[in-house]
Nanobody
Framework: QVELVESGGGLVQAGDSLRLSCAASGRTFSSYTMAMGWFRQASGKEREFVAAITWNSGITYYADSVKDRFTISRDNAMNTLNLEMNSLKPEDTAVYYC????????????????WGRGTQVTVSS
């Protein structure tokens, strides 16, 4: 079993920054074989891709809406995933989810095997 726990969400103003973290644990979790990603879901909308990173941090992917503002990173020794969010906008308001993936396209939700419960990010204008 794999457990993913997000932290770092909160209420900020437009233009501020936040850093989200995701702690991974579990007998079957291996930082060295699983890609990880961040998704978000705004109220009344479908869950959408935000960013993803391969197991060795060799390749990162970003949604166009967050490119150049968000940075995804991971520390395999610590089993943690991070999302540095800068220049936040009200449209970034959502519940942010951490997810882990063994195989498949990293930009689609259906590729991910494990999900955290999410952390709320609210950006006021």
């Amino acid at each position: 079993q794999v457990e993913l726990v997000e932290s770092g969400g909160g209420l900020v103003q437009a233009g501020d920054s936040l850093r989200l973290s995701c702690a991974a644990s579990g007998r079957t979790f291996s930082s060295y074989t699983m890609a990880m990603g961040w998704f978000r879901q705004a109220s009344g909308k479908e869950r959408e891709f935000v960013a993803a990173i391969t197991w060795n941090s060799g390749i990162t992917y970003y949604a166009d809406s967050v490119k150049d503002r968000f940075t995804i990173s991971r520390d395999n020794a610590m089993n943690t995933l991070n999302l540095e969010m800068n220049s936040l906008k009200p449209e970034d308001t959502a519940v942010y989810y951490c997810a882990a993936c063994r195989v498949g396209s990293l930009i689609v939700t259906t590729s991910y095997d494990y999900w955290g419960r999410g952390t709320q990010v609210t950006v006021s204008s």
